[in-house]
């Protein structure tokens, strides 16, 4: 079972095993990335993190679509 836990400027996804990787810009972006593969979720995130200056950079429900083209 996973939990989405609201952070400041974001979300970020907890399951069994602890936090997942990567900060999400909305509760259904975090619930979506919890069904993807986490390598497919850093790559997003670095670039994310790129874009954004070096961090902080989140996941929207748009970068997870493009991902699964």
Do not use: W
């Amino acid at each position: 079972m996973i939990k989405i836990h609201q952070v400041e400027n974001g979300f970020v996804v907890v399951d069994r095993d602890g936090r997942l990787p990567c900060f999400y810009a909305t509760e259904q972006a975090g619930r979506k990335a919890a069904q993807m593969p986490s390598e497919t979720l850093q790559a997003i995130q670095n670039r994310k993190n790129e874009e954004a200056g070096g961090t902080g950079g989140g996941i929207t429900d748009a970068d997870l679509a493009e991902a699964e083209e």
